[in-house]
Nanobody
C-alpha cells in the first residue's frame, strides 16, 4: 500500500532553516510528480512546491519562492523540502502528497513546523 512518512519538523527561530523529508513506499516513486502542502491553524491547505518525476522541473508558491527548495532522491524513494529564512507565517503542518495513483490522492501524516522566537 502507498505510504508517505514525513519527518524533520520542529521549532525554529525566525531566519532559521529546516529540512523536511518524506519517505515513500508502495508505489514506483520515480514515476510520479510529488508535492509539499502545508496547513496553518484555521486556514485551508496550501500547495507549497511541486517537483516532476525526474526532478527536472520545480514550481513554488509565491510565498516561499527563493527561500524553499524541493528536491528528490529517486534511488532512495525520498522527497525533501529545504526551508531557509523561515518566517512566523511559515508555521504550519507540512504534508507530502502524491496523486494519480489508481485515481487517488495520498497524503502523509504531516510534520509540524513552528517558527517562533
Amino acid at each position: 500500500q502507498v505510504q508517505l512518512v514525513e519527518s524533520g519538523g520542529g521549532l525554529v527561530q525566525p531566519g532559521g532553516s529546516l529540512r523536511l523529508s518524506c519517505a515513500a513506499s508502495g508505489f514506483t516513486f520515480s514515476s510520479y510528480s510529488m508535492r509539499w502542502y502545508r496547513q496553518a491553524p484555521g486556514k485551508e491547505r496550501e500547495l507549497v512546491a511541486t517537483i516532476t518525476s525526474g526532478g527536472s522541473m520545480t514550481i513554488y508558491a509565491d510565498s516561499v519562492k527563493g527561500r524553499f527548495t524541493i528536491s528528490r532522491y529517486n534511488s532512495k524513494n525520498t522527497l525533501y523540502l529545504q526551508m531557509n529564512s523561515l518566517k512566523p507565517e511559515d508555521t504550519a503542518v507540512y504534508y507530502c502528497h502524491v496523486g494519480g495513483i489508481t485515481g487517488r490522492d495520498y497524503w502523509g501524516q504531516g510534520t509540524q513546523v513552528t517558527v517562533s522566537s
